[in-house]
């Protein structure tokens, strides 16, 4: 099955006090650490290597998870500087722990109930990223869609669910340092060499305290699997 990565560095200033003191990736929904969910949604589809960066209060995290056993998985850890490296920074610095076969990248600070199943991914496409319907926060989405590529025009404009399936070679001519993940996917999808999906199932960014909040809510214990 193949390996993935949770990102975790980010310092969280928008659920400040809350990020202070804890990192984002250990805040709870429904009694369960967020990045907690990620590991077990992970675990659930076979993926038994499971890379973790680590910034801003890392060591709590890797306090909090160990090695994996716990989890019936296998943690290796990516450690970053103060600032981490952003998005893209970090799964580029990451590539040799995720190893020479395409590999899930999910963000810490997102809830959902989606299935990490091995996407379609054509031969010649280095990425799949997952869109949701736009959220009342960002309504003008992200990136275009339609029947299941992802494109620079069409009808429907959606947001960037922080999930995406991508090829080690998307990062691999990619300066080692700061970057965002978005202007590489921007280029990607204008060379056509990103697929993608319409995920209609439950989804949040869990950005700030209000949506963390509205989360206990949506995925309580009987929202989910």
Not at 118 to 130: E, K
């Amino acid at each position: 099955m193949p390996s993935a990565m949770i990102l975790s560095a980010g310092r969280g200033e928008r659920m400040r006090p809350l990020s202070d003191t804890l990192p984002k990736a250990l805040l709870e929904v429904a009694g369960e650490p967020l990045i907690v969910r990620h590991l077990r949604a992970l675990r659930e589809v076979g993926t038994e290597d499971i890379v973790v960066n680590l910034s801003h209060l890392g060591e709590q995290i890797r306090d909090a998870l160990g090695d994996g056993r716990e989890f019936g998985i296998r943690i290796h850890y990516s450690p970053e500087p103060s600032p981490p490296l952003e998005t893209g920074g970090g799964i580029r610095q990451a590539l040799p722990l995720l190893g020479p076969n395409p590999f899930w990248v999910v963000n810490a600070d997102v809830c959902t109930d989606y299935r990490f199943a091995t996407p379609p991914l054509a031969d010649g496409d280095d990425a799949h990223l997952v869109l949701v319907d736009n959220p009342a926060h960002h309504p003008e989405g992200d990136f275009y869609y339609e029947e299941g590529r992802v494109q620079e025009q069409s009808r429907e404009r959606l947001t960037f669910a922080g999930i995406g399936f991508y090829r080690p070679r998307l990062f691999e001519k990619c300066t080692p340092g700061r970057f965002q993940l978005a202007p590489l996917l921007q280029t990607t999808i204008r060379a056509e060499r990103a697929g993608g999906e319409h995920f209609r199932g439950q989804w949040m960014d869990i950005g700030t305290a209000e949506r963390l909040a509205e989360a206990q809510t949506r995925f309580g214990p009987s929202k989910t699997g």
